[in-house]
Nanobody
Framework: VQLQASGGGLVQAGGSLRLSCATS????????MGWFRQAPGKEREFVSA????????RYADSVKGRFTISRDNVKNTVYLQMNSLKPEDTAVYYC?????????WGQGTRVTVSS
């Protein structure tokens, strides 16, 4: 299983970024996909998750109303649209999947939000 995250960068507060996580080696449409983040000096935390069909989505309270998770079961890719970014959103963002063989993480993509 491989997860390849991309789309991070440097953005000013109030700006937007769209993260992508391309997957391979798994039956993508059969798995819940998630995004986590880890800020400097802090533990990794949950950001968002999406069910198999893309209908049911969960968000951390800190990103509700600003971030939107989506998936493309043809492209085997999960996305995280991040709007109204705040300096406290600065972190390395990781995509995540749990399969019958274990939990897998992407390599992370860094998001830096300047004030």
């Amino acid at each position: 299983v491989q997860l390849q995250a991309s789309g991070g960068g440097l953005v000013q507060a109030g700006g937007s970024l769209r993260l992508s996580c391309a997957t391979s080696g798994l039956f993508f449409s059969s798995h819940v996909m998630g995004w986590f983040r880890q800020a400097p000096g802090k533990e990794r935390e949950f950001v968002s998750a999406i069910d198999l069909s893309g209908v049911t989505k969960r968000y951390a309270d800190s990103v509700k109303g600003r971030f939107t998770i989506s998936r493309d079961n043809v492209k085997n890719t999960v996305y995280l649209q991040m709007n109204s970014l705040k300096p406290e959103d600065t972190a390395v963002y990781y995509c995540n999947v749990v399969t019958g063989k274990g939990r897998y993480w992407g390599q992370g993509t860094r998001v830096t939000v300047s004030s």
